[in-house]
């Protein structure tokens, strides 16, 4: 079967050209709270929601890369499992904020958590849905994450992160590796 994927980032329609990034307090949409977005709305709620994966899946999409994802604040299991039953596969990312505490070697990442306990729960909540979480992906545009953001990205910015990519890396194979999970051959 051929890969038929796109990015997705489902930013809910109210959301204001230039307002704070974290207007609706985190850009993790991939849970119950934002049903609507990508599935067809809570119970509770007389809307029915936009069906942004049932819509991708008409479209033949079959893999999709998101950007945001707390594996600490939130459940994605309604998220996995709708885009299970649409045949979906999802690329879970490893954030731009788990690769800035590491870069700046501080390992406490937003909401006081370090970044192996990060990506130790990204792994775990991975392997309850393996079927449809096939991999994840680094960081986005990391190009840009430079230390002060008046200054460009530079080479120099860049090579900064190999550094923490390989901790990162190593993180989530130690993990996978402590839960036997995949099994590598």
Not at 5 to 17: L, V
Not at 127 to 156: D, M, S
Request: contains cysteine.
């Amino acid at each position: 079967v051929p890969i038929r994927g796109m990015a997705y980032d489902p930013w809910p329609s109210d959301a204001a050209q230039g307002a704070p990034h974290f207007a609706y307090s985190t850009t993790d949409f991939f849970h119950a709270e934002f049903d609507a977005l990508w599935g067809g709305g809570r119970a509770d709620n007389a809307d029915n929601g936009r069906h942004d994966l049932l819509t991708m899946a008409n479209m033949g999409v079959n893999f999709v890369r998101l950007y945001g994802w707390d594996p600490t604040r939130f459940d994605h299991t309604p998220f996995l499992e709708e885009a299970a039953a649409r045949d979906i596969s999802v690329a879970v990312p490893l954030t731009n904020e788990i690769f800035e505490c590491l870069r700046d070697r501080t390992y406490t990442c937003q909401g006081g958590f370090d970044a192996k306990t990060l990506i130790v729960a990204m792994v775990r909540e991975a392997h309850r849905h393996a079927c449809n979480v096939p991999l994840y992906t680094f960081g986005n545009q990391i190009e840009l994450l430079v230390k002060n953001p008046q200054e460009k990205p530079t080479v120099e910015s860049a090579a900064q992160l190999v550094a923490p990519l390989e901790v990162a890396a190593r993180m989530l194979i130690e993990a996978e590796d402590a839960m036997g999970w995949p099994q590598h051959t």
